[in-house]
Structure formats: structure tokens, C-alpha cells
């Protein structure tokens, strides 16, 4: 891998940042909505149980870890998308840079963005309803760590799904994030879902994760159990989105799909 270009694809993606002021619509106004409506809500539930600080932390923690999943994922895909709209798809394709160096790239802004995504949730949390997500000490690396991985999986199919579909798939970059929402049980325990949701929800990595962050947020030691679990998930997921992209780009150039983004 040859770093020079991994940065050099970096940079691109801080300029289109730079440059676009629309694109931090993700970075910062959707962190600063979701901190104040989960917040509120929250509070407002908390009130009518006597729990006010329990019930606003329970669901600002679940909001904070989820924009971890968020930002990942759609720093990544939409910093591929903007190649596409850009139609500069054609051009990098005939460069030396290869696919790994490319991902490496958009994933190493993505952590920027997402940094910054996180820290404007975490703030607004802290300002507006004095919720510390550092109260989770510790545990807020390994769960941090599962929920990035899984956000990288998640844009790596969605940008399979692009290259094999076209642009008409880039919905699929909210999409996938809001199917999650529901089904990770974030802001509810799984038993809450409809029966025949429960059991996709118990396979998807990201609900224990939230359920191991839950454990920890009701002053529970970290079950390293469900972190194990998810961790294990976010692995079987990665891997298979590695061969959905591969097997999508083989596709991709033995069929000529560039013509569509000329």
C-alpha cells in the first residue's frame, strides 16, 4: 500500500468538505438534531417516572454510540458517491491507486468526520442535558471499536451496490443506517420488537453492543460476552462485505457499468 496515495485521497476528501458547505449537514446538524430530540424525549419520559437523569442518559448514550455507526458509514460511502457525482469515477480508475489504497483513503477522512460528528453529539449532550459519555470510562473503546467496524462494512455493500446498480442505489446509504436504528434495540430491549423482528435483531452485532453499552450505563460492569458476540458479528460482516465489493467490481469492469458515470 503505498501511503503517499492513501493521504493523497484524503486530502481530496477534506477539500470536497471544505468546499461543499452542504456536506456537513451530516457531520453537524444531524448530531445536534438527534442529541436534542433523544435528549428531550428522554427527559420528557423520565419526568413521568421520577427518573429524569437515568432515562436522558439511557437514551443520549444509545444516540451517541449510534452516530459512531452512523458517521462511519456514511463518510465512506458518500465520499465514494462524491466520485460519482463528481464523474470522476473514470479518472481514478485509470490512476495506479489501487481499490485497497482508495478505501483506506475515504475510511481515513471518514475518522475525521467522524470525530467530529461524535464530539458535536457528545457536546450538545453534555450543554444541553449535563450527560458525560465518558461516564462510560473504558468500556467506550471496545464498543466503539465493533461499531466502527460494522459502519465500514455497512458502506462497503453500499458502494457494491452502486457499482452493480448505479447511482439509484445511493439511497442505500441512509437506508441501511435507518433499518438499523429500529432493529438494534438502541433506545429499547430487544424483547420490545415484534417476535419475527427479534430474531434478526439478536443477529445483528450492533444489539450487543447497545445491549453491552445499556449494562454499563445502569452502573453493570461491561458484559464482555455480548461485546464478544458482537465483535464476532462485526468480523463475519466485514469479511462479507470484502467479497460482496470484490465480486460487485469484478462485475463493474467485466461489463463496462463506467460508461454510466461518464
Request: proline share 4%; charged share 10%.
Amino acid at each position: 500500500m503505498n501511503v503517499d496515495r492513501v493521504l493523497a485521497i484524503s486530502r481530496r476528501q477534506a477539500y470536497v468538505l471544505q468546499r461543499a458547505p452542504q456536506r456537513w449537514f451530516d457531520v453537524v446538524v444531524w448530531p445536534v438534531v438527534d442529541s436534542v430530540l433523544f435528549g428531550a424525549i428522554g427527559v420528557y419520559f423520565g419526568r413521568q417516572q421520577g427518573a429524569v437523569a437515568a432515562s436522558a442518559a439511557f437514551l443520549l448514550s444509545g444516540i451517541i454510540l449510534f452516530h459512531v455507526v452512523f458517521q462511519a458509514e456514511v463518510s465512506v460511502a458518500t465520499g465514494f458517491l462524491e466520485e460519482t457525482w463528481s464523474r470522476n469515477l473514470l479518472n481514478l480508475m485509470v490512476t495506479p491507486i489501487s481499490e485497497v489504497e482508495y478505501v483506506a483513503g475515504v475510511a481515513l477522512f471518514g475518522v475525521v468526520k467522524l470525530a467530529i460528528g461524535v464530539s458535536v453529539v457528545s457536546l450538545m449532550a453534555l450543554a444541553l442535558f449535563a450527560f458525560e459519555i465518558t461516564t462510560l470510562g473504558l468500556a467506550l473503546i471496545p464498543l466503539v471499536a465493533v461499531l466502527l467496524v460494522v459502519g465500514w462494512s455497512v458502506a462497503l455493500v453500499v458502494m457494491g451496490l452502486i457499482l452493480r446498480m448505479g447511482q439509484g442505489a445511493e439511497i442505500m446509504t441512509w437506508g441501511f443506517i435507518a433499518v438499523l436504528l429500529p432493529l438494534s434495540g438502541i433506545f429499547y430491549p430487544v424483547d420490545a420488537l415484534p417476535g419475527a423482528l427479534q430474531p434478526v435483531s439478536e443477529a445483528l452485532p450492533t444489539t450487543h453492543v447497545f445491549a453491552a453499552a445499556q449494562e454499563v450505563v445502569r452502573g453493570h460492569p461491561l458484559p464482555w460476552d455480548e461485546v464478544a458476540i458482537g465483535a464476532g458479528g462485526a468480523v463475519v460482516l466485514a469479511a462479507l462485505s470484502v467479497l460482496f465489493v470484490t465480486r460487485m467490481l469484478s462485475t463493474f469492469r467485466r461489463r463496462g457499468y463506467i460508461s454510466r458515470h461518464v
